[in-house]
C-alpha cells in the first residue's frame, strides 16, 4: 500500500516564526509535491521535486522554500510565518509514468496567528 | 493557460438518487482528466482517469465519467449514491506534455457532496 506521511498534522505558529512542514514517503516514486487548499481554490502547487536534491517553483511559491534531502523526505519550509499562510498543506508522490497519478498525506492544518 | 471549473460548490442529493458532478476544463494541449475524492479529515484519493480512447471511463464504487472534447467537459455520474460517498469531489487537469511534467495538476475548486438518508 503506497504511503505518504506528514507531520505534524496540526501546527499553530505566531507570525515571524519559522515552521516546518515534514512529508515522507515509502512508495519510492521520484516526483514529490507541496499543495496548499483554500476554500474556493481547490489545491494549489507551491513546490515540487524530481528527486533527491532538486525543487522547482509551483505556481504559488513565494514565502516558501522546500528541501528534498533524499528519496523518501519532502519539506516544506516558512522562513516568516504570515496569517495569509494559515491553511492546509498537502504532499504527494506521484510516479514518472503515469499522469496524474499522485498519492496524498492526510494534510497538515496550520494556523498562523 | 490552463482551467477547471466545477460551477457547483455544493450539491445535496438523497440516498439512492442519481448523481451528476459538472467539471468544465481549458487546455491547449491534450487533456488528461481525472476526478479525485477528499473524505472528511483525509487526503486526495484518485477516483478515476481518462487518458484517451473511450469516452466514458470507469472508477471506483461504481462512478463513471464522460469526456466530451466538444464540450470541453468531463462530467462525473453515478447511478445510485450511498451516505457514505458524501465528500468533496476535485476535477483536476493534468499539464501533460506542455510542461514537461504530466504531474503538474490543475485542481478545481471541489464540489462537496451532501448525501441525505
Known amino acids: 500500500e503506497a504511503a505518504v506521511t506528514q507531520s505534524p498534522r496540526n501546527k499553530v505558529a505566531v507570525t515571524g516564526g519559522k515552521v516546518t512542514l515534514s512529508c515522507n514517503q515509502t512508495n519510492n516514486h521520484n516526483n514529490m509535491y507541496w499543495y496548499r487548499q483554500d476554500t474556493g481554490h481547490g489545491l494549489r502547487l507551491i513546490h515540487y521535486s524530481y528527486g533527491a536534491g532538486s525543487t522547482e517553483k509551483g505556481d504559488i511559491p513565494d514565502g516558501y522554500k522546500a528541501s528534498r534531502p533524499s528519496q523518501e523526505n519532502f519539506s516544506l519550509i516558512l522562513e516568516l510565518a504570515t496569517p495569509s499562510q494559515t491553511s492546509v498543506y498537502f504532499c504527494?508522490?506521484?510516479?514518472?509514468w503515469g499522469p496524474g497519478q499522485l498519492y496524498f498525506g492526510e494534510g497538515s492544518k496550520l494556523t498562523v496567528l | 493557460a490552463q482551467s477547471v471549473t466545477q460551477p457547483d460548490a455544493r450539491v445535496t442529493v438523497s440516498e439512492g438518487a442519481s448523481l451528476q458532478l459538472r467539471c468544465k476544463y481549458s487546455?491547449?494541449?491534450?487533456?488528461?482528466l481525472f476526478w479525485y475524492v477528499q473524505y472528511p479529515r483525509q487526503g486526495l484519493q484518485l477516483l478515476l482517469k481518462?487518458?484517451?480512447?473511450?469516452?466514458v471511463v470507469q472508477g471506483v464504487n461504481g462512478f463513471e465519467a464522460e469526456f466530451s472534447k466538444s464540450n470541453s467537459s468531463f462530467h462525473l455520474r453515478k447511478a445510485s449514491v450511498h451516505w457514505s460517498d458524501s465528500a468533496v469531489y476535485f476535477c483536476v487537469l493534468s499539464a501533460g506534455m506542455l510542461s514537461g511534467s504530466f504531474n503538474k495538476l490543475t485542481f478545481g475548486a471541489g464540489t462537496r457532496l451532501a448525501v441525505c438518508p
Open positions: 481518462y487518458y484517451s480512447g473511450d469516452p
Open positions: 504527494a508522490s506521484g510516479e514518472d
Open positions: 487546455s491547449s494541449g491534450t487533456p488528461y
